[in-house]
């Protein structure tokens, strides 16, 4: 179980720092859709040789249609809108907004498949609300108290909107394929929808080291440390330790960028994971 921990708490840590690396590309001149191309399109070698390697390559027919959606959805607009919600909001601001996933499992279900809202999910939901609100009430990047920006508010909610597809769409997968045979096809049509609207610049090699660290350590070592610990935790306590991860952005920001919310700003980011934990312990 410790070794379950540690793999864990290492995915959240090395998931915190996306939000880093990204942010020293944007300041070598690289956007956000070309990080989030490079991010997608690098780290589908990494995880195509890990397929090849371990001859875990099968991909049944009647799952292409909807591979096709969650590379567009969970690659393609995953990678766009969380970039742009750094970009536009800071790494802390991003990676908290994220985990209004849990929430956006709650309503589509809803929605979906008629699922029954329960006091529980009730509460976690109307956390989340008021935890978004306070938060972009507050500057991430200073303590002057200016709101956020609506393209970093839609940006983060589209972000983790799109998180809430590895919940769902995601789960369905999780039986049929390991996470790098699901990787290997989903990952190059995540590249392919995003390269058009790519304008590619020149980059510094500081600029190349920390895309190529999003791609190696915070989405491939990130991601295989995670499952790791699936081996030795359950989903619900893995889940609990993940999230760490904003925990690890908002620090990492702090003593690297010196970004920070203000008083409400952290309110409003306890309230969304919290909300995040109650939805852990429900189920």
């Known amino acids: 179980m410790l070794k379950g921990y540690a793999f864990v708490a ?18 070598q001149g690289v956007g956000p859709l070309e990080v989030a191309f490079w991010r997608a399109f690098l780290a589908w070698f990494l995880f195509a040789g890990q397929a090849f390697f371990q001859q875990d390559t099968h ?21 766009i809108s969380y970039l742009f919600a750094v970009k536009t909001g800071g790494a802390a601001f991003a990676a908290v907004l994220l985990y209004t996933a849990p929430a956006w499992v709650v309503v589509c279900s809803f929605f979906i498949y008629r699922e029954k809202l329960t006091v529980t999910k009730i509460l976690a939901v109307s956390l989340v609300l008021a935890g978004v609100y306070l938060i972009s009430r507050s500057g991430s990047n200073s303590s002057t108290g200016v709101s ?77 440390c995670y499952y790791l610990g699936l081996q030795y935790l359950e989903a619900g306590r893995a889940s609990i330790v993940a999230t760490l991860e904003p925990v690890v952005a908002a620090v990492a920001a702090y003593l690297i960028f010196g970004e920070y919310f203000t008083v409400v700003g952290y309110l409003g980011a306890s309230l969304i994971i919290t909300a995040v934990l109650v939805t852990i312990y429900k189920d």
Do not use: E
């Open 10 to 27: 290492a995915a959240a840590v090395f998931w915190g720092l996306i939000g880093i690396f990204s942010s020293i590309a944007f300041r």
């Open 59 to 79: 991909l049944r027919k009647n799952d292409i249609p909807l591979l096709i959606v969650f590379g567009l959805m969970g690659i393609s607009l995953f990678y």
């Open 148 to 224: 956020i920006g609506v393209v970093a508010i839609v940006s983060g909610l589209a972000a983790g909107f799109c998180y809430s597809l590895y919940y769902t769409i995601g789960k369905y997968f999780s039986s049929r394929y390991s996470s790098a045979n699901l990787f290997l096809y989903v990952l190059p049509v995540g590249a392919l929808g995003i390269l058009p609207f790519v304008d590619f610049a020149p980059k510094s090699m500081t600029a190349w080291v920390a895309i190529v660290a999003i791609s190696l350590v915070s989405t491939f070592i990130a991601n295989h």
